[in-house]
């Protein structure tokens, strides 16, 4: 008998190669052993380009509604990207609109398997990269002022009382960018990643630039400061873990000489960056675990990677691909094992258990993607395209659950 679910999942289908392997997926690894409910979102560019955009802020307030979310990766256009797929125009990234509605903190986690070093010989355990989702410059507003001129910031109040102040006056080309973050988001941010950091035991390391920007990230560093001694200290000191705030520069550095095993909470930009190079040095991106944890309980899922592009076109051309699924995966089972623990169905979170296991065996005992066989040691025993992985994964969860 499969295995029963008590709430359908919000399933975010996106573009190009992991849409090719997200049917895949569901088809083989958990379809034949779970009676898989899922409420539909096509995230696709011809979609959201068909519904302006609006088929993405449904499947957000789909998410807002049952609490969880998988999403497979999407084409962010650029005008490349218009003239390719004939776009009525360069819609906003749908991570963006999705993470601006529910908040939250994105935490990125190393998936870590023995034959494959980290790029930094001390690193031995994984740094998740805990990345506020929220303002910053991905909700920003830009002007390309050409003749210069008085460049100013203005906040106008609810009264219409206007504080204004001078960045710069100067007369020749410039650019000038205005970004904001909230008081109620940055707390957020602080509370999810003391939060994250209780749950898994480990560290919390926090760092911005507060010695150079001295209203807007050092906001940051007193709110994280003040949650952290009225709430948090205590249960630090009985979980036997500390929270540690220093400049980006210096974490920077530091980090290269850890062992790892913490949590490193990162402004957006910096999350940004920074989980994208912890990825690389941890192996892969697409050795990476990410979900969206928001302030009101709500669960996204998704692999850290993109669409894979390039992999995309050799599969049109009838090549096959080396594109590995594991972040795919792990946002399956990522979500439905939150499913579970929501819906008290221990049965759906011991499957996710046993898959993701299964996937770091196969790893582990030789066989796996072109992108892991050429870092592994030592060698691969045999190097797979997409499918058979996904299909040698497929028996070896056969054979367990027989
Ligand atoms: P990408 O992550 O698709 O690829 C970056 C590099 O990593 C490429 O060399 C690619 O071959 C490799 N790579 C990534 N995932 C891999 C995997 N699973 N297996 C093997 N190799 C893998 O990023 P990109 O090329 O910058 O962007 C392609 C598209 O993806 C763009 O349209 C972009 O907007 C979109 N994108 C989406 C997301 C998301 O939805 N989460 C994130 C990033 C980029």
Redesign the pocket.
């Known amino acids: 008998m499969k295995i029963q679910m008590k709430t359908p999942l919000v399933e975010l289908d996106?573009?190009?190669?992991?849409r090719v392997l997200w049917p895949l997926i569901k088809d083989k690894l958990l379809l034949p052993f779970i009676d898989l409910q899922t409420e539909y979102y096509d995230l696709g560019i011809e979609e959201r380009d068909r519904t302006n955009d609006q088929i993405t802020i449904d499947a957000a307030e789909a998410i807002k509604k049952y609490g969880v979310g998988v999403?497979?990766?999407?084409?962010?256009?650029?005008q490349d990207?218009v003239e390719e797929y004939g776009l009525k125009e360069q819609w906003k990234?749908?991570?963006a609109t999705v993470r601006a509605m529910l908040d939250g903190t994105v935490f990125r986690k190393p998936i870590m398997v023995k034959n494959i070093k980290p790029s930094v010989r001390s690193w031995q355990k994984p740094i998740v990269v805990g990345r506020h989702a929220y303002g910053d410059f991905y909700k920003n507003a830009e002007i390309f002022a050409e003749a210069g001129g008085k460049l100013e910031i203005v906040v106008t109040d609810k009264n219409g009382k206007e504080t204004r102040q001078t960045i710069m006056e100067v007369d020749e080309p410039a650019i000038v960018q205005g970004i904001h973050n909230t008081v109620a988001s940055i707390g957020h941010f602080a509370r999810a990643c003391f939060e994250y950091s209780l749950d898994q035991k480990i560290d919390c390391w926090f760092a911005t630039k507060d010695t150079i920007s001295k209203q807007y990230d050092q906001r940051f560093k007193i709110i994280f400061e003040e949650i952290f001694a009225q709430e948090y200290k205590e249960k630090f000191a009985a979980a036997g873990i500390e929270y540690f705030y220093t400049l980006i520069d210096d974490v920077v550095a530091r980090m290269m000489k850890t062992e790892g095993g913490m949590l490193w909470a990162c402004k957006n930009y910096d999350g940004d960056v920074m989980s994208d190079m912890v990825a690389s040095a941890f192996g892969?991106?697409?050795m990476m675990s990410s979900v969206l944890v928001s302030p009101y309980g709500y669960f996204e899922y998704?692999?850290?990677?993109?669409?894979?592009?390039?992999?995309y076109y050799q599969h049109l051309k009838g090549e096959r691909t080396?594109?590995?699924?594991?972040?795919?995966i792990y946002a399956w089972t990522g979500a439905l094992r939150k499913r579970g623990e929501l819906d008290g169905t221990p049965d759906l979170c011991a499957f996710c258990d046993s898959l993701e296991a299964i996937t770091i065996e196969c790893i582990e005992s030789g066989y796996m993607?072109?992108?892991l066989a050429r870092i592994c040691e030592p060698a691969a025993i045999k190097v797979l395209d997409s499918i058979e992985f996904i299909d040698e994964l497929g028996k070896r969860l056969q054979q367990l659950n027989k």
Request: no cysteine; charged share 20%; proline share 8%.
């Open positions: 996106g573009d190009e190669m992991t999403k497979n990766a999407t084409i962010t256009p650029n990207r990234s749908p991570n892969s991106l697409a998704e692999a850290a990677h993109g669409t894979v592009q390039r992999h080396s594109t590995n699924p594991v972040a795919l993607t072109g992108d």
